[in-house]
């Protein structure tokens, strides 16, 4: 019942940051990805009893928008700790997303805390990006 609880419960999704942040990247260039880690906590009441959960993320499915994905147990971070990047190979748009699966635990009436049973999945919305190829050009300075 608790898993089944849990299964019910609105999680919330995923933000995805990106960097470079204007909504533009660069192929053959290493875009930053990373979202927020936080736990939760939820109560609910089954037959009667009050259940508190303790929710937090175990891994985070990262599309990158080109048919790529990459899972990690990390959330990624802002530069300049680079953790989650991906190099677009061509130019034009794309809507990476990340996907968050949580992991949980229960106590009943604050009792002692006992694992639930299978995780789940929340779905992140995407996010949009545009690919641009860049041509170095060389400058003189007088």
């Given at each position: 019942m608790?898993?089944?609880?849990?299964?019910r419960?609105?999680?919330?999704?995923?933000t995805?940051?990106?960097?470079p942040?204007?909504?533009?990247t660069l192929v053959?260039f290493?875009t930053?990805?990373?979202?927020?880690?936080?736990e939760?906590?939820?109560s609910v009441?089954?037959?009667?009893?009050?259940v508190?959960?303790?929710i937090?993320?175990?891994?985070?499915t990262?599309?990158?928008?080109?048919?790529?994905t990459s899972?990690?147990?990390?959330?990624g971070?802002?530069?300049?700790d680079?953790?989650v990047t991906?190099d677009?190979?061509r130019?034009?748009?794309v809507?990476?997303?990340?996907?968050t699966?949580?992991?949980a635990e229960f106590s009943?009436?604050?009792?002692?805390?006992?694992?639930?049973?299978?995780?789940?999945?929340?779905?992140?919305?995407p996010?949009?990006?545009r690919v641009?190829?860049?041509?170095?050009?060389?400058?003189g300075?007088?």
């Open positions: 608790v898993a089944a609880a849990f299964r419960l609105p999680l919330p999704p995923a995805l940051q990106v960097q942040a204007n909504g533009r053959n290493a930053n990805f990373w979202t927020e880690r936080g939760l906590t939820r009441s089954l037959l009667g009893r009050r508190d959960l303790r937090w993320p175990t891994s985070y990262w599309s990158f928008g080109d048919g790529t899972t990690t147990s990390e959330p971070a802002p530069y300049p680079l953790q991906h677009y190979r130019a034009g748009r809507a990476p997303s990340v996907d699966t949580y992991a009943v009436d604050s009792g002692p805390w006992q694992p639930v049973s299978g995780t789940v999945t929340i779905p992140g919305a996010v949009g990006l641009l190829t860049a041509t170095p050009t060389l400058v300075y007088r």
